[in-house]
């Protein structure tokens, strides 16, 4: 049986609808006892429902998806000469 902790930890799961039956029925039953928890869930549902709402209408600006990309590369060849463009 689900706690609040448990709740918690699965929500980002639960919502991306990736926990099996059985962890599903758990956190459903804790949710229908719990308005706290049922209270965070419906937060962070309505959060996940505009973010996605609004990345279809509102694609990554140019620049943010090219930072974004140079990020990930960094972390791939670790390169400490790499000018960031602050001027820091
Ligand atoms: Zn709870």
Redesign the pocket.
């Known amino acids: 049986m689900?706690?609040?902790?448990d709740?918690?930890q699965m929500l980002y799961s639960y919502l991306d609808e990736m926990l099996d039956d059985a962890l599903r029925h758990d956190i459903d039953t804790?949710?229908v006892?719990?308005?706290?928890?049922?209270g965070?869930m419906e937060f962070e549902f309505e959060v996940k429902a505009r973010i996605r709402a609004k990345a279809v209408h509102e694609p990554l600006p140019a620049d943010l998806e090219r930072r974004l990309r140079e990020c990930f590369d960094m972390n791939v060849v670790a390169d400490p000469a790499v000018d960031d463009g602050s001027g820091q």
Do not use: G, N
């Open positions: 689900a706690d609040c902790r709740t918690i804790h949710l006892s719990c308005p706290d928890c049922q965070r």
